[in-house]
């Protein structure tokens, strides 16, 4: 399952039925979970570990060095989960000793050509990147947020669950879930409301996050007087709960 013309360490640690393409390279402190097929001129430097069933196209660069001056070689690592797809020319690299030493992906991802993960980014669970979008470092994106062409998220900004990022946005400031932005700078164009739907989400759950869209952004109140109608809304209402729970959490103001 190794191609000749690989370079596989001594000290990389591969599931038996792992499959490496001609001339990729596989280095120290890279551990690899079963059915993961690494395409050909991939370089997966560690320490990194990728779960079961990942798949990885010619040209990726997986767990190299941090871009950060800051970086001096301290013992930090890339951790990514299973059955992600990650095309041609990614690049996503290991975390910093200046946050958690440690930049995550998780499971079921897509990844398209060119995208870019930075250092201390925490990205969840099936999200679409689509090509050339980018992660600036510390970036954290939840869960089936989908990221369009050429958009570049800002250092610190969070993307909340569910979220639809337009293509050729330039994020400075968070996302809330459920959310659609789009434009430079990014605008609050209604709730992602067909992605919502494929997900399972009932007309009772759309007719909520439109009425806190509303309360959001056409009610003319101010953000602390729109939390508040919100917190009321989300006592019964778990869809809610997980804006206001976000606002709660967010240090760069969100997008609106």
Same mark, same amino acid.
Request: charged residues 20%; neutral net charge; glycine residues 12%.
């Given at each position: 399952?190794?191609?000749?013309?690989?370079? +596989?360490?001594?000290?990389?640690?591969?599931?038996?039925d792992v499959s490496v393409g001609p001339y990729s390279i596989i280095g120290p402190?890279?551990?690899?979970? @079963?059915?993961?097929?690494?395409?050909?001129?991939?370089?997966? #430097?560690?320490? !990194? !570990?990728l779960g079961a069933g990942n798949r990885i196209f010619q040209f990726a660069s997986?767990?190299?060095?941090?871009?950060?001056?800051?970086?001096?070689?301290?013992?930090?690592?890339?951790?990514?989960?299973?059955?992600? !797809?990650?095309?041609?020319?990614?690049?996503?690299?290991?975390?910093? $000793?200046?946050?958690?030493? &440690?930049?995550? =992906?998780?499971?079921?991802?897509?990844?398209?050509?060119? !995208?870019?993960?930075? *250092?201390?980014?925490? &990205?969840?669970?099936?999200?679409?990147?689509?090509?050339?979008?980018?992660?600036?470092?510390?970036?954290?994106?939840?869960?089936? =947020?989908?990221?369009?062409?050429?958009? @570049? +998220? *800002?250092? %610190?900004?969070?993307?909340? @669950? *569910?979220? %639809?990022?337009?293509?050729?946005?330039?994020?400075?400031?968070? /996302?809330?879930?459920?959310?659609? =932005?789009?434009?430079?700078?990014?605008?609050?164009?209604?709730?992602?409301?067909?992605?919502?739907? #494929?997900?399972? %989400?009932?007309?009772?759950?759309?007719?909520?996050?439109?009425e806190a869209y509303r309360i959001l952004y056409r009610s003319g109140l101010r953000?602390?007087?729109?939390?508040?109608?919100? $917190?009321?809304? @989300? =006592?019964?209402?778990?869809? /809610?709960? $997980?804006?206001?729970? %976000?606002?709660?959490?967010?240090?760069?103001?969100?997008?609106?």
């Amino acid at each position: 399952m190794i191609h000749a013309t690989a370079i +596989v360490s001594p000290d990389a640690e591969l599931a038996p039925d792992v499959s490496v393409g001609p001339y990729s390279i596989i280095g120290p402190q890279v551990r690899i979970g @079963a059915g993961t097929v690494i395409g050909p001129h991939v370089v997966i #430097r560690g320490p !990194t !570990t990728l779960g079961a069933g990942n798949r990885i196209f010619q040209f990726a660069s997986i767990g190299d060095d941090p871009q950060d001056k800051k970086f001096g070689g301290e013992a930090t690592r890339l951790e990514i989960g299973d059955r992600n !797809t990650i095309r041609e020319y990614c690049s996503i690299n290991r975390g910093t $000793a200046q946050d958690a030493g &440690v930049t995550r =992906v998780g499971n079921d991802n897509w990844l398209m050509a060119y !995208t870019h993960i930075a *250092h201390d980014c925490q &990205v969840g669970n099936g999200v679409i990147m689509s090509n050339n979008a980018t992660l600036a470092g510390h970036v954290h994106v939840e869960d089936q =947020v989908i990221l369009s062409g050429f958009c @570049a +998220v *800002h250092q %610190f900004c969070r993307i909340g @669950a *569910h979220a %639809f990022v337009g293509g050729l946005s330039g994020v400075t400031r968070d /996302v809330l879930p459920f959310m659609m =932005v789009a434009g430079h700078p990014p605008e609050p164009r209604g709730i992602n409301q067909e992605g919502l739907k #494929r997900r399972g %989400f009932g007309p009772e759950q759309l007719r909520n996050l439109k009425e806190a869209y509303r309360i959001l952004y056409r009610s003319g109140l101010r953000l602390v007087e729109a939390r508040e109608q919100l $917190a009321a809304l @989300a =006592v019964n209402q778990p869809e /809610v709960r $997980a804006i206001v729970e %976000f606002l709660d959490r967010s240090e760069r103001s969100i997008v609106r």
